[in-house]
């Protein structure tokens, strides 16, 4: 059973409304849900009300101040709702997009001073042509802070972030969105559960991948918003694990699988699942891999669409008594040439989400096929050994 986390009707409403209406929307809606009545997503029914999770532990009164991060002069034509009153807004400087443009670029930002640093939700607003971006937490570098809003070189490549990562300064992860997502798309984890974030010395950092499909020029907006709660509200701390296959290759004018399989280095318990993968994907699935090779599937996604992918158990799933994590990808190539992992025609097949307890964190990834063309075996990089309070 999952709940999935694509904004519904009624927060989507909020791209085009004023702050007030907005909060009508979304926080405002608390009344009952008539007695036994399901309430209509996003809403959830909490102590016989309808209320939005995303603003749960959400105080009545502003809690952090000037708690909104820009640079330069940002006229937006969203109109959104006010920013977490406990928590804090990131906005993205709006990038004019030209029809067919596919554009790679690094955003940075301090962060603002906070009151609670446990994030329960988080949500994307863009016009479009967002393609995808994974917004990090990560270490100043050697020199100083990035220029925002530019980041200094490497910040938003977590293999750069290694020597980090082994020292035990492992960065955070505070939203990865679905391929092309129209609209806006949230995460909002289960009551109890949020990841802890490191603003001391840090930053915040992404490689955004912008692709204008249209054949309009036209600017894409993007505003991230990130709802912190007090720690006495935590109940499960989660962390981000991912696994990056780059070592495959589909060979023209065919229909192929890119798998990889790795090792769990201990038991956890994955809370949510996100594929990224492109236009070409058919299928995207998940399995857990037990020492006898039997196997049981906990993830199925279909063929590429621009709606949310994201999914949050209801029940987190564990992984006790498994040995292996696979997961792959069906890809159908249309194309006169081979298709390997990368942007532009190409495909990618990644597998991104949270889990518990943080001693079990791990990243895995397959490098580039080498000289006889296979790919290297999977390396599983136990993250959760290494982390420092």
């Known amino acids: 059973m999952r709940i999935s986390s694509t904004f519904a009707s009624v927060a989507l409403l909020c791209i085009?409304?004023?702050?007030?209406?907005?909060?009508?929307?979304?926080a405002g809606n608390t009344g009952s849900d008539g007695g036994g009545g399901a309430c209509s997503p996003p809403l959830v029914t909490e102590n016989g009300a309808c209320i939005d999770p995303l603003r749960r532990f959400e105080p009545k009164e502003q809690l952090d101040q000037d708690n909104v991060v820009s640079y330069g002069d940002v006229a937006l034509t969203m109109?959104?709702?006010?920013?977490?009153?406990?928590?804090?807004?990131?906005?993205?400087?709006?990038?004019?997009?030209?029809?067919g443009d596919e554009i790679e670029d690094c955003s940075a930002w301090a962060y603002p001073a906070l009151t609670n640093r446990n994030v329960y939700a988080a949500r994307v607003y863009t016009t479009g042509g967002l393609h995808h971006s994974n917004m990090y937490g990560v270490p100043l570098p050697a020199s100083g802070a990035s220029p925002?809003?530019?980041?200094?070189?490497?910040?938003a490549d977590v293999f750069s972030q290694v020597p980090n990562i082994l020292k035990g300064d492992i960065m955070d992860v505070l939203f990865a969105n679905s391929t092309q997502i129209q609209g806006g798309e949230q995460i909002v984890f289960p009551k109890g559960m949020a990841f802890k974030l490191k603003t001391e010395g840090r930053e915040v950092a992404t490689t955004i991948h912008w692709l204008n499909t249209t054949a309009d020029t036209f600017t894409s907006e993007v505003v991230y918003d990130f709802f912190t709660m007090p720690d006495e509200d935590v109940e499960t701390e989660i962390v981000p694990f991912v696994f990056e296959n780059q070592g495959f290759t589909i060979p023209a004018q065919s229909e192929g699988t890119i798998s990889m399989t790795c090792d769990l280095t201990r038991p956890a318990n994955i809370v949510s699942i996100m594929p990224h993968t492109h236009s070409r994907a058919t299928a995207f699935d998940v399995d857990l891999v037990r020492s006898d090779d039997t196997t049981e599937?906990?993830?199925h996604d279909g063929t590429f669409d621009t709606k949310s992918d994201i999914e949050v158990f209801d029940t987190a799933v564990s992984t006790e008594g498994f040995a292996k994590i696979h997961h792959e990808c069906q890809v159908t190539n249309d194309l006169s040439k081979p298709i390997v992992w990368g942007i532009g025609q190409n495909e990618m097949c990644t597998l991104f989400g949270y889990l518990y307890p943080p001693s079990s964190q791990l990243l895995g990834y397959v490098g580039k096929p080498g000289a006889d063309g296979q790919p290297p075996a999977c390396i599983t990089l136990d993250i959760g050994s290494h982390r420092t309070p």
């Not at 085009?16 to 979304?26: F, I, R």
């Not at 959104?80 to 997009?97: A, E, H, M, N």
């Open 16 to 26: 085009a409304c004023g702050s007030n209406d907005a909060e009508k929307a979304t």
């Open 79 to 99: 109109k959104l709702p006010d920013p977490p009153k406990s928590g804090f807004r990131l906005i993205v400087p709006p990038r004019v997009l030209q029809p």
């Open 148 to 155: 925002y809003p530019a980041c200094a070189a490497g910040q």
């Open 297 to 299: 599937r906990i993830f």
